[in-house]
């Protein structure tokens, strides 16, 4: 019998939902009869119910709601072929036209006649029964329910998005939103391999969610939290900027945060929709290449989801808070609309806000990565930094500027293992050491961790520490305790380590005699320590009776107080005296600068002293009576696979540390239990908690601006190379469009001439001299001179991508000089020979098509591609040289100058399109259109103008690609929903290892840039040269000025 029951969630308008009796579809040839299981509430399902909209799609006649779902089929139309009754499906919910241009190739999900359900005017899926096409219903494998079938949706959101980031093995990512599509990119982020994934939210039971499901880190936007402080606890949270930014929320905040910590070259992914237009930080993006790429659904994608859960890659199941009948849909959307319903766990936490700003307060349970162990901790320590932390707020460079967790003496146990954890299981009762190099740099490779430079460190400003009742933290820094070892003496472990380190780095041995001063907790761990390894004679001293009693108790052969009074001298007569001789080995255990001079002092020749306290930064030393003695003065910065060690002599009862406790509190009293630190009431030692519950003289002319309209020409000194450069005799020097904007503004972005500074860096030059390491050139070498040297060092210089170096050298930019002058010295791997018939004006302009031809690379230029150039000044007409030269089919360029215009179709424009001053942008649009007659794939902007990058997005082709060249405002108002037609936005900056290419072009004639050269002028005439650049006159397009006084004979 046929079902009769078709009860269905209609929307009649803002808060207007409906139960109702809808008739039962029958299915079309090729389609499906589906009883419906069970539908998920998306948060446009809310969207719509609350606002009645979502940008275009607005309800204006009662439309079923829903669209995430899955089913049962119970019919199928007689054209099926690939389902049959009783199959359960997951519904991609959107069907195609299947004959457009975007559905033929591939791109079906960009098709302008989708009929998507619960949008506008389409119904959606909330209801008993409902009719959809077979191929975009997929089957569910056997080990899949039905609830995971309706997770496929926001799912396949997920996997879309970061197919389009390229999420591989490696990424970090940034996920901005912890909402439902934020979880699920989360997840599918860690499937791709991205070794690191943050999450930010304003709710924390979501972030606990995130937690739970395998971020490596969140963060908690409060309200009042200002883009720069996000974007500064990120960075300090991943330790490094993302390279994959996942903008999940819509929310202008949250995209001009991802556009300003995204790494450079990295890529931003809009995923979540917001308003139409936002004012958005676009050129410091672009100018670092950051890609910004837009996300509308998915495309191919429920097949590789489904098989994200199938194979237990993604687990969904932690995504469903809540169950409801149909019968109680409305009470489900009020759930949903209100966010109702949160639990909270306990982890307590010791949270530093600032100078004597503790607090306690609940914290999510993290979860751990794949490398780690969740730990009950068990007993902290109070260290002396922590009480530093808290009185003075910082300890040298390491400031508490965020809330930070403290602590980092600390034992625990371990509740749950990572999957790729062997050393350790649940139950097993661990010392923490609290320090996890980054494993990659020379020093983690080499076994001095210690030194890592990019260690996380806890209770390290920024870093959290381990004062909390649940902590993750790598298994290879978890120790597991012997079972003679308890808890307490495993939270010891950690002051242990620097002690054995500092004795092993003094090579304390059998027979040694040695001095410690201070015989605070440091000091006596190292008195046990060298009393372990064989010292036979250890003297300790301290202005603390108390702590003295406490080294006799633990073995000190001999102790000394240092009264307030005592010089220098009186205390190495006394340490001599008490000894019976010099010690051969001194450990100064207090940083104080006294005792850093007694131990250098009384120290025997050729002995060690070893400097363990930290205190000023500069300290007066008699260095010169120690050195001539061969007293060897080493440093010792934590440890460095001690652990072990420490924990062996703890077992072995060669190192005695429990009497070091003196104070034990819970977590509840942490307070007073730092007050008692800080105080020194009751004369504490060690307190814990329990956590459970060449001449310069030659004529060197230079072209220098000092300031705003102040440009002037004077000698300069004759520059000395170094030996990877070469002394260049310099030839020509184009004036580029930022020369002009440093002498009209001063600035540039942040890049401000504070300073006097030579001006140019378009040139070309006759090698002269090169150094002693230089094999590519030789003198009378002609050049093309590449303006840039970045530092060789960091990543981006090792990863072939020069042009994003945070450190790079670029000639004429604020402070660095540029190369408007007669002699000029450069390093020789980026001055490139020009073949003999390439002309020195030509090499200049090899500066302005190189930024084309990264232009046109980055937009992938290709045969038969329909591109649109924005502006006709210098760097759009080699635009329009470069994209012919990569086979660009048609080229129109737009300007607002006849005279650019003409030069345009003289080098070859198919099209060209005088844009009025008044012009709005749907005209502009619409004329471009129509010259072209389709909508142009590529478009590359040159103007920076804001006008005109909103027409470039609005007319660029569907999948398209928009490139954007020029350097206008740092905000810009732009129209965001184009990039939700996939149209992906690229910036430009300079040019990465384009120069041979640019070389290329012209030396095959590909690339005629002469006809671009407008105007010489002299040296001499420089001023006048950028007077004609600034006003225009006499129609420039290219301005060369001849650094050498014989150019015209030279040429």
């Not at 940008?55 to 995430?68: A, K, L, Q, S």
């Not at 307490?488 to 780095?505: I, Y």
């Not at 052969?557 to 340490?575: H, R, V």
């Not at 942008?921 to 794939?937: F, G, T, Y």
Request: net charge neutral; glycine share 10%.
């Amino acid at each position: 019998m046929a079902p009769k029951d078709n009860l269905t969630a209609v929307l009649y308008g803002i808060n207007d939902m409906r139960l109702e009796q809808r008739p039962i579809p029958v299915p079309k040839p090729n389609q499906v009869l589906l009883k419906m299981e069970v539908v998920g509430i998306c948060g446009s399902d809310v969207h719509y119910l609350v606002s009645g909209r979502i940008g275009p799609f607005v309800v204006t006649d009662p439309m079923v709601i829903g669209h995430e779902a899955s089913g049962t089929v119970i019919q199928v139309g007689r054209d099926v072929k690939n389902l049959k009754p009783g199959d359960r499906v997951a519904i991609e919910p959107g069907i195609t036209c299947r004959t457009c241009a975007d559905c033929k190739s591939g791109n079906y999900h960009l098709c302008k006649d989708m009929i998507f359900c619960a949008t506008p005017p389409v119904d959606g899926n909330l209801t008993r029964y409902y009719v959809h096409d077979a191929d975009f219903c997929h089957k569910l494998p056997d080990n899949m329910d039905l609830e995971e079938g309706a997770l496929m949706e926001p799912l396949s959101v997920g996997v879309h998005a970061c197919r389009r980031a390229g999420v591989r093995i490696g990424s970090v990512v940034l996920v901005l939103g912890a909402g439902p599509i934020g979880l699920v990119s989360m997840l599918t982020a860690k499937a791709m391999g991205a070794s690191k994934v943050i999450i930010t939210d304003i709710v924390g039971h979501r972030l606990q969610k995130a937690k739970e499901l395998g971020a490596d880190f969140t963060l908690q936007i409060g309200q009042n939290t200002t883009e720069e402080e996000i974007v500064s606890e990120i960075k300090a949270k991943l330790g490094e900027d993302p390279n994959i930014t996942l903008e999940c929320t819509g929310a202008e905040q949250c995209v001009r945060v991802a556009l300003q910590v995204t790494k450079s070259g990295g890529t931003v992914i809009l995923v979540g929709l917001g308003k139409f237009e936002m004012t958005v930080p676009l050129a410091g993006a672009l100018v670092r290449e950051v890609n910004i790429r837009g996300v509308f659904r998915y495309n191919n994608d429920y097949p590789i989801a489904i098989e994200m859960v199938k194979t237990g890659k993604v687990n969904v199941k932690p995504l469903i808070t809540h169950h409801y009948k149909m019968e109680d849909t409305l009470k489900a959307f009020h759930t949903a609309k209100t966010g109702e319903g949160n639990p909270i766990k306990d982890n307590l936490t010791a949270v530093l806000y600032g100078i004597d700003d503790m607090r306690l307060e609940q914290r999510p349970i993290p979860v751990p990565k794949d490398n780690q162990v969740l730990l009950k901790m068990e007993s902290v320590g109070i260290c002396g930094s922590d009480v530093h932390y808290l009185v003075q707020g910082r300890i040298g460079p390491f400031i508490v500027e965020k809330p930070m967790i403290i602590g980092h003496e600390a034992s625990g146990t371990v509740v749950l293992c990572g999957k790729n954890v062997t050393s350790l299981k649940p139950g097993d009762r661990v010392a923490i050491e609290p320090g996890v190099g980054c494993r990659m740099c020379s020093f983690c490779k080499e076994g001095n961790y210690h030194l890592c430079l990019d260690m996380q460190f806890c209770a390290t400003p920024p870093v959290d520490g381990n004062l909390s009742r649940f902590y993750v933290h790598d298994a290879d820094f978890c120790f597991k305790l012997p079972d003679n070892v308890s808890l307490d003496e495993g939270a010891l472990m950690e002051p242990l380590a620097v002690g054995v380190h500092a004795c092993k780095r003094a090579n304390v041995r059998f027979g040694d005699v040695v001095l410690i001063l201070g015989a605070g907790p440091i000091g006596l761990v190292t008195l046990l320590a060298a009393k372990a390894m064989g010292a036979t004679k250890a003297l300790i001293t301290d202005i603390v009776d108390i702590r003295l009693t406490k080294a006799k108790e633990l073995g000190a052969d001999y102790t000394l107080k240092i009264e307030k009074n005592m010089t220098e001298e009186e205390i190495i007569k006394k340490i001599k005296a008490l000894l019976g001789e010099e010690p051969n080995v001194s450990l100064d255990c207090t940083g104080a600068e006294q005792c850093v001079r007694v131990a250098v002092q009384a120290t025997k020749s050729g002995g060690v002293v070893t400097l363990i306290g930290l205190g000023a930064f500069e300290m007066n030393l008699p260095l010169t009576g120690a050195l001539i003695r061969e007293v060897d003065i080493r440093g010792v910065f934590r440890y460095n696979n001690d652990y072990p060690t420490a924990i062996e002599m703890v077992r072995s009862g060669k190192a005695n540390v429990k009497s070091l406790i003196t104070h034990h509190y819970k977590i509840e009293d942490t307070l007073k239990a730092f007050h008692t630190a800080k105080t020194g009431e009751g004369n504490p030692i060690k307190a814990r908690f329990s956590c459970c519950s060449k001449s310069s003289q030659k004529n060197n002319l230079a072209a220098v601006l000092h300031g705003i309209g102040d440009l002037r020409l004077e000698n300069r000194p004759m520059p000395i190379i170094k030996d990877n450069q070469v002394l260049l005799q310099m030839e020509t020097v184009g004036i580029c469009g930022s020369d002009v904007h440093y002498l009209v503004e001063g600035r540039i972005g942040p890049f401000v001439v504070k300073n006097p500074m030579v001006i140019g860096h378009e040139a070309s030059g006759t090698v002269l001299e090169i150094g002693k390491k230089v094999k590519t050139l030789k003198p009378g070498d002609r050049v093309a001179i590449e303006p840039g040297v970045g530092c060789r060092v960091c990543t981006f210089c090792k990863d072939g991508r020069y042009h994003l170096c945070p450190e790079m050298a670029f000639c004429a930019t604020p402070p660095i000089d540029g190369n408007l002058c007669r002699f000029f010295a450069h390093d020789a791997d980026f001055c490139f020979k020009l073949p003999e018939h390439l002309t020195l004006d030509e090499g200049a302009l090899m500066e302005p098509l190189s930024v084309a031809v990264h232009s046109c690379k980055r937009a992938n230029v290709r045969l038969g591609d329909v591109v649109l150039v924005m502006g006709a000044g210098p760097i759009g007409l080699t635009s329009l040289l470069a994209a012919r030269a990569y086979g660009a089919s048609a080229v129109l360029i737009t300007d607002l100058a006849e005279h650019r215009l003409n030069k345009a179709r003289e080098l070859g424009a198919d099209c060209v399109l005088k844009v009025e001053k008044n012009m709005r942008e749907e005209e502009l649009v619409k004329e471009i259109k129509c010259l072209l007659r389709v909508d142009p794939n590529i478009t590359i902007e040159c103007t920076g103008e804001e006008s005109s990058i909103r027409a470039s997005l609005q007319v660029t082709k569907t999948g398209g690609v928009v490139v954007l060249v020029g350097l206008g405002k740092f905000d810009l108002n732009l129209p965001i929903f184009p990039l939700f037609r996939e149209v992906d936005v690229r910036g430009i900056f300079r040019y990465n290892n384009d120069y041979p290419q640019a070389i290329e072009m012209v030396q095959s004639g590909k690339a005629n840039v002469k006809p671009l050269i407008t105007h010489h002028f002299a040296m001499e005439d420089t001023v006048k040269a950028f007077e004609t650049a600034r006003t225009g006159a006499g129609n420039p397009i290219k301005i060369l000025i001849h650094a050498n006084p014989d150019w015209k004979i030279c040429e």
